[in-house]
């Protein structure tokens, strides 16, 4: 069996203290422990030197490959190009949108890096599976370098309409490299749709074949929907196996039968927290018997420090956060308890069994695991209602979720209404629709989809050429 080498711009090594891992993670390990093979990228660490040849930790089947990067070209190429330029763009909020061109310029040569440190890795039979925005260019370095393998490429965010993505001065140049990738991955058809519609613009002179696949730039691919799923009786058996942890008890007991809302997302702009926050100052206004009866707990631990949008949207989340309490709160209740930092997998699933409302509103997101998380986390017999925002991309398969336009603060507001009072056989029939789809699309399904396609690949690769 052909070797699976995974590339991501960061490395998940598995910690020995136990804690599970989550998300992505769970899929990666998966493919990786059933392929044998080697999980390629950036340690975390930055130096002022030139960084050195990949360490090597081998565990089992798996090698953990490990480079470290250079200070000035990890802040170019990182906070820079990626997460200033890319992931606003790709999530259309061009509001945050900056442009240099030495960021890209940085971001061209890590990913050249990457690629000069891999190819000593490789061996003639593997297959290559590249994760997310920050390395789209990797496959085109590979290929220059002389790489055949059947390299796979799987975008973790949504893929903007080409009209958004021309924004970008560069783009010609982002659709050429996609096309160096035998296999390319989006969350949904929307997501697909858009890269087609990229693809065959005059520019690029692409073209969709009958069967799916896409021609452009003289090479064939696969352009396919693989929608990322969730381990359910993994977050199913967490949220029980810590519903009687300390912290749960002591958040249980805090609450006073009060019913719990509780959201999670890294601290980001791109999951709606100032619009989920005045949605909920409009549901207390709107909506007064809540007032004393409902808490929302909204878990945002800060990422991307570095950016110097990140620090702002903490900043007005602290002050909107400030004025809803001193807005509402009595001497014996806080309306929004706001927790700036991250917690335990366990805890995280117990709290989402505890909470009456998960509340899931980004103003764009790829998919979105902790919608689905929340979902398989419930008590089926007395499950609690999703409040889930259109423009994540979860929403196209949990249409059982109360549906609402994240920007619309009443909207919102009174979707978070309609969970809270949402009778006890509905939550029932919502909680099955949507736990049914999440069993039906899991993470083993997406891995294994994805790997089976860049398999494939390489077989007709190598049919053509006998
Ligand atoms: C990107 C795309 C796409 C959050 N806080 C804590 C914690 N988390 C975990 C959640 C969940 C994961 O982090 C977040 O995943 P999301 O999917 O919600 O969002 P992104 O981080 O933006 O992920 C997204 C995803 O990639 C996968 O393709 O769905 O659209 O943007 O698993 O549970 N985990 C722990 N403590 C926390 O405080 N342990």
Not at 7 to 15: D, G, H, L
Not at 152 to 164: E, R, S
Request: net charge negative.
């Amino acid at each position: 069996m052909s070797r699976l080498i995974t590339v991501s711009n960061r490395v998940a090594i598995p910690r020995d203290d136990g804690k599970a891992a989550g998300g992505l993670t769970v899929g990666v390990m998966a493919a990786l422990k059933e392929h044998g093979g080697i999980w390629f990228g950036w340690n975390g660490r930055t130096t002022d030197s030139e960084p050195h040849d990949p360490q090597l930790q081998t565990d089992g089947n798996i090698t953990y490959a490990t480079i470290n990067l250079n200070r000035r070209e990890f802040e170019a190429y990182y906070n820079g190009f990626s997460n200033d330029t890319l992931w606003p763009l790709f999530h259309y909020l061009l509001g945050f949108f900056h442009f240099d061109r030495q960021n890209f310029e940085a971001y061209m040569r890590v990913n050249a890096l990457f690629a000069r440190k891999l190819v000593p890795l490789l061996r003639p039979d593997d297959i290559i599976w590249v994760h997310d925005y920050h390395l789209i260019p990797l496959a085109a370095e590979l290929r220059r370098a002389g790489v055949t393998q059947p390299i796979g490429f799987f975008l973790h965010v949504p893929f903007p309409d080409y009209d958004v993505l021309r924004a970008l001065p560069d783009h010609e140049y982002l659709i050429r490299s996609l096309c160096s990738y035998d296999v390319v991955g989006f969350h949904t058809q929307r997501d697909l749709h858009s890269f087609q519609e990229c693809v065959t613009q005059p520019l690029a002179g692409g073209h969709v074949l009958t069967d799916g696949h896409v021609r452009a730039f003289g090479r064939r691919l696969r352009a396919d929907v693989y929608p990322i799923g969730i381990d359910v009786d993994q977050c199913a058996h967490m949220a029980d196996a810590h519903a009687d942890d300390g912290a749960v008890d002591r958040l249980r007991s805090s609450l006073h039968g009060r019913r719990l809302m509780i959201g999670v997302d890294r601290l980001d702009y791109s999951k709606g927290l100032p619009e989920r926050f005045r949605a909920y100052e409009r549901l207390l206004e709107h909506y007064p018997g809540n007032r004393k009866q409902v808490v929302l707990m909204q878990i945002a631990p800060p990422t991307r420090t570095g950016v110097r949008t990140y620090a702002e949207i903490r900043e007005e989340l602290e002050g909107i956060a400030g004025h809803i309490n001193g807005r509402f709160a009595e001497v014996d209740w806080v309306p929004l308890r706001y927790l700036n930092k991250g917690y335990d997998r366990g805890l995280l699933m117990a709290i989402y069994r505890l909470a009456r409302v998960g509340v899931v509103t980004p103003v764009r997101d790829g998919m979105n695991l902790v919608a689905k998380e929340y979902v398989a986390a419930q008590n089926p017999e007395d499950p609690g209602a999703l409040v889930l925002s259109t423009l994540a991309g979860a929403a196209r398969e949990l249409d059982a979720a109360v549906l609402v336009n994240p920007y619309d603060t009443d909207g919102v507001a009174a979707g978070m209404q309609k969970a809270l009072e949402m009778p006890l056989a509905e939550r029932r029939e919502r909680h099955d629709d949507m736990l049914r789809i999440l069993r039906r699309n899991d993470i083993n399904t997406w891995r294994t989809r994805f790997v089976s396609h860049l398999q494939a690949a390489g077989a007709e690769a190598r049919a053509a050429d006998d």
